[in-house]
């Protein structure tokens, strides 16, 4: 799966690492498809087993000095692209229609800048808090990534030792390629699991307590994906699809990419009657209902208004990520981060304000903080870290977003979370 024939390679290809644009890498991995299948004298990526082998097969080995050599975690982008097959990558890479929405969420951090001020003890800084209890030494999450198996062959499992190995939560996704049990003894700790609702309230039933049973503290409902796959247009993973010649059949059942023929959080339930990730009418009644069905906390994935947040508090539930699911859903051309003061001015406090989108710099979850989100999620670059060098690179991940959140808390004068106060960024236009 792995482009890179030696270290030296991937070594220089680190340090030149810019990211190509995304039309150029296309007609570059149409090239290099064509080439190899004229060489091998098959269609040298078609093929169950060829296809079953490049969804499998693991990177060479790599030491672990290159994952923590690349510089920034935007650089894993290039990475991971060399390294995994057209349509998984761009699978990875999609938003809908012009993918503006997905690049509004990373660029809108721009518009924030930072109130630097001096005078503070900076002998420690500390970027611990605590979350429903438990503490975590790093405001960030890694946030549902669907089958991470589609970018290495160690998927969840890898993603699982990392966020042992940094101690960070995890949210595992109703997608994961991997089941919740083996990721808890893994992780070694609670995760929470991504709940899609689905159009089958028994199977929605039956997630919930599989993924209780097993020992989640939180189930995060996701209520931003009631546009069908059908419906949604993911224009960037479609033209990836079209170079990637690939057989699918032998990993995804009947050529379907739908989760629930395949992820282990549905094994043993009846799917015959799930068509959709959401039931039509996802309505505040719905989501009462799924109140009382679930037993610990309950958070909800997807808000964007102040409106909703409000809705959303009578409803008993125990926190709101603030998402559009990293611009894959709809193309509202509004980040995440823009959506923060009023979601965080409806809740006043009475539950933690999460976020996503967009997030690749240490300063971003700085400003995030500042605008009152309680920690954020990481979505696209753990998936980076993880095709371009396994667990390493989601532990590389990691640690640059750390270092980095510790820089700027040391230049902004903010030795602990609890200082960055609402003061601390200004909008560029305010
Ligand atoms: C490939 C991919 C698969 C995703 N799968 C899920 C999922 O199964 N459930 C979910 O709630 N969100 C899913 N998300 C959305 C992420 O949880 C998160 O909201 C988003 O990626 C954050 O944006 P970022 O990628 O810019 O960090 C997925 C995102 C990507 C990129």
């Known amino acids: 799966m792995s482009n890179f024939r030696s270290r030296a390679t991937r070594r220089q290809f680190i340090a030149g690492s810019t990211a190509l644009p995304f039309a150029?890498?296309?007609?570059?991995?149409?090239?290099?498809?064509?080439?190899?299948?004229?060489?091998?004298?098959?269609?040298?990526?078609?093929g169950p087993s060829a296809a079953a082998a490049s969804?499998?097969?693991?990177?060479?080995?790599?030491?672990?000095?290159?994952?923590?050599?690349?510089?920034?975690?935007?650089?894993?982008?290039?990475?991971?692209?060399?390294?995994?097959?057209p349509a998984h990558f761009g699978?990875?890479?999609?938003?809908?229609?012009?993918?503006?929405?997905?690049?509004?969420n990373e660029e809108a951090y721009g518009d924030y800048e930072i109130r630097a001020r001096r005078f503070a003890?900076?002998?420690?800084?500390?970027?611990?808090?605590?979350?429903?209890?438990?503490?975590?030494?790093?405001?960030?999450?890694?946030s549902a990534v669907s089958g991470l198996r589609a970018f290495h062959p160690e998927g969840e499992a890898a993603v699982a030792a990392a966020a042992a190995s940094r101690s960070v939560q995890l949210m595992l996704s109703s997608g994961s390629s991997t089941a919740i049990e083996r990721i808890l003894t893994l992780r070694?700790?609670?995760?929470?699991?991504?709940?899609?609702?689905?159009?089958?309230?028994?199977?929605?039933?039956?997630?919930?307590?599989?993924?209780?049973?097993?020992?989640?503290?939180?189930?995060?409902?996701?209520?931003?994906?009631?546009?069908?796959v059908a419906v949604r247009n993911s224009?960037?993973?479609?033209?990836?699809?079209?170079?990637?010649?690939?057989?699918?059949?032998?990993?995804?059942?009947?050529?379907?990419?739908d989760m629930w023929l395949k992820a282990?959080?549905?094994?043993?339930?009846?799917?015959?009657?799930?068509h959709e990730l959401a039931p039509p009418d996802l309505t505040l009644q719905w989501l009462e209902r799924l109140r009382k069905q679930v037993k610990g906390r309950l958070i909800v994935k997807g808000i964007l208004t102040g409106e909703d947040a409000a809705l959303l508090l009578d409803t008993g539930i125990d926190g709101i990520v603030i998402s559009n699911h990293g611009g894959r859903n709809e193309e509202t051309l509004r980040a995440t981060i823009d959506c923060l003061a009023e979601v965080v001015a409806a809740v006043k406090g009475k539950v933690p304000v999460f976020v996503d989108g967009g997030i690749r710099r240490g300063?971003?979850?700085?400003?995030?903080?500042a605008l009152g989100a309680t920690a954020v999620g990481i979505g696209r670059p753990q998936a980076w870290g993880l095709a371009a060098f396994g667990q390493e690179g989601v532990e590389s991940v990691l640690d640059i977003y750390a270092r980095e959140l510790q820089a700027i808390m040391r230049q902004a004068g903010t030795p602990t979370l609890a200082a960055i106060g609402g003061r601390a960024v200004l909008h560029r236009r305010a």
Not at 56 to 77: C, G, I, M, Q, Y
Not at 121 to 142: A, E, F, K, M, N
């Open 24 to 46: 150029a890498w296309l007609s570059a991995s149409q090239k290099a498809l064509a080439a190899s299948a004229a060489s091998d004298g098959s269609a040298a990526s078609s």
């Open 121 to 142: 003890d900076l002998t420690h800084i500390d970027t611990g808090l605590t979350v429903y209890g438990s503490r975590w030494r790093l405001p960030v999450y890694l």
């Open 55 to 85: 969804a499998a097969a693991a990177p060479a080995a790599t030491p672990k000095s290159l994952a923590a050599d690349v510089l920034n975690v935007r650089d894993f982008e290039p990475l991971a692209r060399q390294a995994l097959p």
């Open 235 to 257: 224009e960037t993973l479609k033209r990836a699809a079209r170079v990637d010649t690939r057989v699918c059949t032998a990993c995804h059942v009947d050529n379907r990419h």
């Open 188 to 228: 070694g700790a609670p995760v929470w699991q991504q709940l899609y609702p689905t159009d089958d309230w028994t199977v929605t039933q039956g997630m919930v307590r599989r993924a209780e049973k097993a020992g989640a503290d939180a189930i995060v409902v996701t209520v931003d994906s009631t546009a069908t």
């Open 91 to 104: 699978y990875l890479a999609t938003g809908v229609d012009d993918d503006r929405t997905l690049k509004r």
């Open 363 to 369: 300063s971003d979850v700085f400003k995030a903080l």
């Open 264 to 274: 282990p959080l549905f094994a043993g339930l009846d799917v015959s009657h799930v």
